[in-house]
């Protein structure tokens, strides 16, 4: 397991070393494994909507990211297909999000996860659901 989870990590590693736009959000990587992944992310300013709260496209983007290491972490190249999110609560200035992406099912060409995002007091406030599809490709590290 530890062989797989240092794996996971170098493939993650060259995954968000060319993703500008989830070092942009600032997302910090807390987890890496094959099959999960745990994210933070703090709210800033301009992540703000009219209502001065964060946009719903922040959660859904960092939970994305979630899915996508998580996803990719088993070695296999890994693509969203489908992607659905609810937000349970509002997001606010300061707010530290963490995303936790675990795996629900996996086979060799589909794989289903839930991600769960919770604000520093531990309050859910987002749900997603990603479906990847699992390509014939593998991850060069």
Known sequence: MAEENLK?????????????????????????????SVLQLEIRAEMLNGFAIAHGGIAYALADSALAFAANGHGQIAMSIETSIAHTKQVKLGDLLTATAEEESLTPKIGIYIVRIKNQKQELVALFKGTVYRTSKTWEI
Do not use: C, E, N, T
């Open 8 to 36: 996971a990590g170098l493939i993650v590693d060259k995954m968000y070393h060319h993703d500008p736009f989830s070092q942009w959000l600032g997302i910090k990587r807390v987890a890496d494994g094959a099959g999960k």
